[in-house]
Every structure is written in structure tokens, then in C-alpha cells.
């Protein structure tokens, strides 16, 4: 028989918790790491709520004991601090995506048992959402506790554990991102063809802090994409979802394809081809802001970098690309907080962005780019 496991605290006399008590009669927990490379006792509020206490290796509990008063006046500042930024953890109440148009309303709806009856005439798959105008469902687990999501006209209605928000959240952002999986790829595609851009694929990402991004294609992989897009009948899905994309608009952001010989076709024969990718928070975006990032996406496949020449481009088809950019960057501060990355969905702030060593870093940047 295994022995127990034992935490590095126990082994040194210490409790794996510790409590912390405000003054308004608030009790917080805090989990107690030991590290060998801490000189002096050390509490950190992570960024979702939780505490931890790191402390010296040699520490004994006396000394925790009367340490742990000391950080009270800290923590109910950070506490303050965080639930300031916090926000409510309610569900929203609707949903509106600007590229369709479309606005759903969001209401718990009942048990899981309602959700099945109600889920038996749908049509959809059960993990995807389809084009909207028909039933689909779509349900989300975490150990014993289930949402099930039911989609029809105009209304998402929520059955099971409703009253857990942070699983709610969840299903509402799978939701939201199959939706732009549908969505996102047909227009940028529709925007590629009538520029003249040679666009090898289109995906949909949950990246957590970009807006998108762009890689170009080797010469050898570009055939061999195209054999299989056409072997596997990909290309007529496409563009039946293309089409139903284009229907939803009055006028299409730029005009018609480019006609054989014109200037738009002759570039399009020297423009390597490539692959964007965009996070699927995109598809909340104003469409004004979406038409302009999938620009900053398609020119990079044209110049990958940020020189003269590629604002040039991005001038070509984004007139006010700098305001944009600028807009880009308060829409990723400004979205609901179901739909921030993580995967606790109530954090307290957006995390940081990674660098990366590919073009595009459509992310919130911490200096300003150079105008054109």
C-alpha cells in the first residue's frame, strides 16, 4: 500500500492553509508554499482571486503565527483593489454579435432533464453550434456539475447547474467560439478574394493576447494544401458559408472580386500565400474594427513586418488605421467578462501579452507605433 502523500509544510510542522481574518469579520484562506529561495515570509493575491503565502524554509510555526498579522492591512487594500476591478458576476443578460447583427438573450431555463426535452427536437450537434436559425445544443462539464446550452432563434437558454456562473461563462465563451469558427473564416475570406490576396487558411483561436496573427506558407506546402482542400471537398463548404456570410450584408466592406487582369490580380499573382489566424473574441468586435484588423492580417502577407512599406499597404485598404489600432486596443480592454481569457472565467484584469516571434502581434502594445 502507497504511503500518503505529504505536503513540504507538514513536513516542517506548518499547515497547508492558513486563515486571514479583516476587520470587517471577512475569513480568507491562503495555501502555505514553503521555498528555499525566500528570505522572509511573502503573501501574493493571484490574479482570480486565491492567495498564497510563501514562506522561508527554515520557519517555524511560531514564527508564522505572529508574521501573518502583518499582512492584514495589505491584503484588505488588495482586496479592496481587485473586487474594484472585479466585475459582477452575473451572466449577461444578452448577447450581440455587430457582424450578423444578430442579439441573443440569455436565460436560465431550468434542470438538466428540462434541457434534454428541450434539446430532443434539436437538430444540431451536440458539442457545435451551427448557422443560426436552427436548435442546437452544446454542454460543458466539470466533474459532477453540467451546463446544457440550447440555442434557437434569438435566445440561448441555459439548464442544469445554472446557479454556477463561472461553468455558465464557460459554455457562453465555447459557444461564442464556435460561432466564430463559422463565421470569422468566410469573411476574411470573402475581404482575401477581392483584394487579390492568395489566402491559404483561415483559423479560429482562443489566443489570450492578440487579436490575431499571420505566417507565411512554404513554397512546397502550398501545393500540397491545395491537392487535399480539393480532395477532401473542403473548398465547396467554404464557399456555400461564404456565401450565406455575404447575404447578410447590404454592401461588402470593398468592392466586388478583382476581374481578370486588373492591377489587383496582377499583385495577387506575387503575394505569397499564407495563414491568419484570428481569436475568436474578434467576432464581438464593432464590424468597422473587424474589417480593419482582418486588413492588418491580409497586408502582412505582403510585407511581415511594421515598415513603411506595410502601413503603406494597410493605408491602402484602412484609411485611419493608426485611430483604429488605437480603438483595437479599447475593445480588448472593454470586453465582457465572460469572454476574457483564462481558464477561471472571472478574472481580474486581462493577462499580459507574450511576445512572439511571428508576424502579426495584433495585441494590446505598450508603445506607440510609428505613424505613417
Known sequence: MAAPKVSAAQLHDLPSTVDFTLADGTRLKAALRISARARRARLSLLPRGGLVLAVPLGMG?????????????WLERAQRNQLRALPAPQLPEQIHLPLTGETFTVICAGDMAQGRRAASGCTGSASRTHVSGQCNTLQISSGARRVLLVESAGLLRLFGKVDDIPLCAQALR????????????????????????????????????????????????????????????????????????RSLFSSPPVQGPAQAGSPTTDLAAHTPEGRISLNWRALLLPPALLEHLCWHELCHLRHMNHSAAYRAELARFSPCWPQQEKALNTAWRGLPWWALPGDDPLPAAIP??????????????????PSP
Open 352 to 369: 499580459a501579452a507574450r511576445p512572439s516571434t511571428r508576424q502579426d502581434d495584433m495585441q494590446p502594445p505598450t508603445k506607440k507605433r
Open 174 to 245: 465555447q459557444w461564442a467560439r464556435n460561432k466564430a469558427a463559422l463565421l470569422l473564416p468566410p469573411y476574411l475570406n470573402h475581404l482575401a478574394a477581392s483584394a487579390g490576396f492568395a489566402l491559404a487558411g483561415v483559423s479560429v483561436r482562443d489566443q489570450r493576447g492578440r487579436w490575431g496573427s499571420c505566417s507565411r506558407l512554404h513554397p512546397q506546402n502550398t501545393a500540397e494544401q491545395g491537392s487535399n482542400r480539393q480532395k477532401s471537398g473542403r473548398g465547396t463548404v467554404l464557399d456555400q458559408i461564404s456565401a450565406r456570410v
Open 61 to 73: 510555526p511560531e514564527q508564522l503565527k505572529a508574521s501573518l498579522p502583518l499582512f492584514v492591512p
